[in-house]
């Protein structure tokens, strides 16, 4: 049975850090490639980083990009995000998923479909 599990959410103010994780269990996880989620109240979820199975490839969504980083550590089936430099509209819960990829190509996912496996998020708050 595959189980996806985020951690590290939490209350910080405005311009702090967050390091989140999320740890993989029940799949080969080296086979996947993972990526971030993110939902806001009122809001749908929303793309906000990937990473392809191998670590040689990120995408990240606009927003973020200079202030988060996604890495992974396939000996530990964990993938994390690291956040920087937070506002208050990255308040959102954080959503942890991963995509199957059986062609080994270094593809980095970006729509809610290509994900198979979710996990039950994690809530970060930002404030002002």
């Known amino acids: 049975q595959v189980h996806v599990v985020e951690s590290g959410g939490g209350l910080v103010q405005a311009g702090g850090s967050l390091r989140l994780s999320c740890a993989a269990s029940?799949?080969?996880?080296?086979?996947?490639?993972m990526g971030w989620f993110r939902q806001a109240p009122g809001k749908e979820r929303d793309f906000v980083a990937a990473?392809?199975?191998?670590?040689?490839?990120?995408y990240y969504t606009k927003s973020v990009k200079g202030r988060f980083t996604i890495s992974r550590d396939n000996a530990k089936n964990t993938v994390y995000l690291q956040m920087n430099s937070l506002k208050p509209e990255d308040t959102a819960v954080y959503y942890c998923?991963?995509?199957?990829?059986?062609?080994?190509?270094?593809?980095?996912?970006?729509?809610?479909?290509?994900?198979?496996?979710w996990g039950q998020g994690t809530q970060v708050t930002v404030s002002s």
């Open positions: 990473i392809s199975w191998s670590d040689s490839r990120t």
């Open positions: 998923a991963a995509s199957f990829q059986p062609g080994r190509g270094e593809i980095v996912p970006v729509r809610e479909y290509e994900y198979y496996y």
């Open positions: 029940g799949l080969t996880f080296s086979r996947y490639a």
